[in-house]
Every structure is written in structure tokens, then in C-alpha cells.
């Protein structure tokens, strides 16, 4: 879904690309219009590049390229930002990338897009003997790839986990995080009974017909042991683990969930648990900053916690999301822009990203370090649901993928169709999408 990074930190010396490289890579083609063919020597050019992220919502952002453009007058980085939500950002790109514009260099790239964007080829093949990919989470790495060739390099890492309001629990006798939906309900019911939680919602996970439904799904389908598609690249819907997963979405929805759940997205849904509506809630790991501000911001400050999702039978399965950086097909001063990609990933720029803005990094060793775990203790939970999360479908369709996902999720989250009939349209809404 969700996620533009927030990416910061202070300006790296020596990240130079070598010019004038003869080896040349070979285009790989493909039946579904393959990867397009590039080359170390096509990565050349120098000079003032754009950066093209959606909105940044951490206000750091610009402090980072301020950095960057300090130490390279001659390579000037503007940042374009488009919408907030994914969906929007996502087509500003494809309008961009289908008239060959060079209006685009640098493109911050929901991780679930590089197939499409790799295959339509409008990104530049990254040799990865150029990046340094030796200190990053290996989950991440693989978002950056397509057919085996590295075509965006990995930025932010994410994965869902449960956000929990600690002093309530602790109040109602509750004296540790639900591991199960069960444990989360029964939790709910003895909050309730305290006086201060009156007007307070159990839980919130998005439901609003945009990218965040399908992350949802994932989550709950995925939690309960099944897969929007197989291994095989084939759906798999019609399982008694899909209709559980999606049972829980639709459960969730009428009985726990705030009235206007369906209209509240990844913003909306931080403001209502910062306000003090919510006792859990599934949410991303930027919000923990901005959730834990002193500044009057938030009434939940110093007052909550985080933990591994809940599932059916013990812990759930997170989403793995997250940003790559990619280089258009059709940008000037490719080297540069390969140049300020290697400062925006490298891991002093993304230690002082995550002491700024709480988003994960994609470099393992921060997950592990003394201070940034004193002042982030969700990070060895962050961890281990990145380590474990599944994906959204890899497909080369996939704004179509996505868009009949959510169609359907809807449908059955609003009681619009019975949940064995969505998913039922489901399977043969994606059967063409993803069939090789």
C-alpha cells in the first residue's frame, strides 16, 4: 500500500559511478512484453535529476536532498511529489513512463510495482555490481528484482504490526498482547468495562476501497494459512483458509471496527488511534513517532505499545511493504541519479532517516543496534515480521490484480456480496490476469 518514505540523513562522500564501462548486459525478452534491455555504459550522465515520491507526510524529506544538493551544485535534486494515496502515485508514473518522458529520474516505488514497471520497460536495469546490497535485509533485496536482475534498489522496508494501547490492557487485568483474535476480543471486552474507555473502538485495519484493502487481505488471508495466488502464480481462492481470512475482515468490520471504518485511510486511521479511539490497531511503523510526539499532538504518547499481529490460531502474518528507488528508462544524468540513490539507501543516511521519521530501514544491522532499539523498541519485533511477511501478488498486471482485489473485498467487507461469492468472482476476475 501504503507507503511513501520519509528518507533522510546526512550527505555520503565518495558514491561515484565509474563512467565510460564497456561491458554491456543483454536485454532479456518475454512473452508479456519482458524487461527491457540496458547496459553499465547506459548509465551515464551528470546533471540535475528529479526525484519523484508521493506525499511526505514526515516533513524530513526535503532536509535529505538538502543535504545531497549541498555537496553537488552541479547535480541539483527537485523533488516532484505526487498524492498521498498509492493508487494516484502509481498512475502519475505509468502516464509518465508510456510518453517516454524524461520529466522522472529517481521514482520511490511501492515495492509490489517493479514487475510491472520492469516489464513494460520503463525502468533502467541497475547492474548489481553497482550497489552495495551485502548489509540489506534479503526480503528486501528480492523487491527490487525482476527475472533475477536488479532493477530498484531497496530504500524503506515495512510490515503491519499491532499497535496496543499498554495502560488500558494493564488497567483491565490484561497482562499481555493478544497473539490470537480471540485473545484481542476478549481483550476488548474488559477494556470496555473502565470508565475512561468509553467511545473507544476495539480495533481498525483498513478497509476503504484503495491499495490498503489489499494489504489487508493478504494479512488476514495470509494469517489464516492461505494465499491470494499460489506459488504456482495461479489464484487461490476458492480454500477454507481464503474464507476465513476474509470471514475475519468481515467480522472485524461489523463488530469491532469504527463506524466509519470504510472512509478511513493509513492517515485517517493514525489520527483516530493518536486521538485515543482505538485499543489496537494494525498500522505501519512510521506512526510510532508520530504517535509518541510530547507536543500535544498525540493523547496517546507514552501510552502504548507495539507487538507481532494477532491471527486464528497464534501469530498472524504482516505484509511486506515497503519503497525501492528506481532509475526511468527515459531520465537524463543517469549516473547521477544512480549516485543519489546509493546516498539515499546507504546506511548513514538510513540510521538518521529512522532516528528522524521511525520508518523501517532496509540496512539489518540498525534492527540490532543498542541505541536505535533504546529509542525504537518495536525494531526486534519489526524484524521478525519482515522476516516472515508475505508479500502482495507478484504480477505483471498488477494494477489490475490490485483493483479486482479490492472490488471484491469490498463488496464482502460492506455486505454487498456473501464472502464465498467474492472470492468465487475473485478467482475468475484474476484466472486471465495472471495466467503465463
Not at 26 to 31: H, P, S
Not at 411 to 428: E, R, S, Y
Amino acid at each position: 500500500m501504503r507507503r511513501t518514505p520519509r528518507i533522510g540523513g546526512a550527505p555520503l562522500a565518495g558514491a561515484l559511478v565509474c563512467a565510460g564501462l564497456a561491458l554491456s548486459l543483454t536485454a532479456c525478452g518475454g512473452d508479456d512484453g519482458a524487461q527491457g534491455g540496458t547496459s553499465e555504459a547506459s548509465l551515464q550522465g551528470r546533471g540535475p535529476i528529479t526525484f519523484v515520491t508521493g506525499k511526505d507526510r514526515s516533513g524530513y524529506l526535503q532536509k535529505q536532498v538538502d543535504g545531497w544538493n549541498a555537496e553537488h551544485p552541479k547535480e541539483q535534486v527537485r523533488i516532484i511529489e505526487l498524492p498521498d494515496e498509492p493508487n494516484d502515485q502509481r498512475q502519475q508514473m505509468i502516464q509518465n513512463a508510456t510518453t517516454k518522458s524524461d520529466a522522472y529520474a529517481v521514482l520511490n516505488l511501492d515495492v509490489v510495482w517493479t514487475a510491472e514497471f520492469a516489464a513494460n520497460r520503463w525502468l533502467t536495469e541497475i547492474p548489481k555490481s553497482q550497489v552495495d546490497l551485502s548489509k540489506m535485509l534479503p526480503a528486501t533485496i528480492s523487491t527490487g528484482q525482476y527475472r533475477d536482475r536488479l532493477y530498484a534498489v531497496p530504500s524503506t522496508s515495512d510490515a503491519g504490526m499491532l499497535y496496543y494501547r499498554e495502560d488500558l490492557l494493564k488497567k483491565a487485568g490484561v497482562s499481555a498482547p493478544p497473539k490470537t483474535y480471540a485473545e484481542m476480543w476478549d481483550a476488548c471486552a474488559k477494556v470496555e468495562k473502565l470508565p475512561e474507555a468509553k467511545g473507544i473502538d476495539c480495533f481498525f485495519t483498513e478497509v476503504n476501497k484503495t491499495e490498503s484493502l489489499t494489504i489487508s487481505a493478504v494479512e488476514a488471508i495470509g494469517s489464516a494459512g492461505g494465499a491470494i495466488i499460489g506459488p504456482d502464480g495461479k489464484p487461490t481462492l476458492s480454500t477454507p483458509q481464503a474464507k476465513q481470512g476474509v470471514e475475519f475482515l468481515v467480522n472485524a468490520k461489523k463488530e469491532h471496527m469504527p463506524k466509519e471504518a470504510v472512509t478511513l485511510d493509513t492517515e485517517g486511521g493514525r489520527r483516530y488511534f493518536q486521538s485515543g479511539k482505538l485499543v489496537f490497531q494494525r498500522q505501519w511503523p512510521y506512526q510510532y513517532a508520530l504517535a509518541d510526539q510530547k507536543d500535544g499532538s498525540s493523547k496517546v504518547a507514552g501510552k502504548f505499545a507495539v507487538a507481532p499481529l494477532p491471527g486464528p490460531n497464534g501469530p498472524g502474518v504482516a505484509n511486506l511493504g515497503g519503497h525501492n528507488l528506481a532509475i526511468s528508462a527515459f531520465a537524463d544524468n543517469k549516473a547521477s541519479a544512480l549516485d543519489f540513490i546509493r546516498y539515499l539507501t546507504g546506511e548513514q543516511s538510513q540510521r538518521a532517516n529512522l532516528l528522524a521519521t521511525s520508518q523501517a530501514p532496509t540496512v539489518a544491522a540498525l534492527y540490532d543496534d543498542p541505541e536505535m532499539v533504546k529509542k525504537f523498541p518495536y525494531l526486534p519485533v519489526l524484524k521478525q515480521a519482515i522476516a516472515n511477511a508475505k508479500p502482495r501478488p507478484v504480477a505483471v498486471k498488477y494494477g489490475d490484480v490490485t483493483a479486482a482485489i479490492q472490488g471484491e473485498m469490498y463488496d464482502a467487507v460492506t455486505g454487498k456480496k456473501p464472502v464465498d461469492q467474492a472470492l468465487a468472482d475473485l478467482q475468475a476476475k484474476l484466472q486471465p490476469l495472471t495466467a503465463q
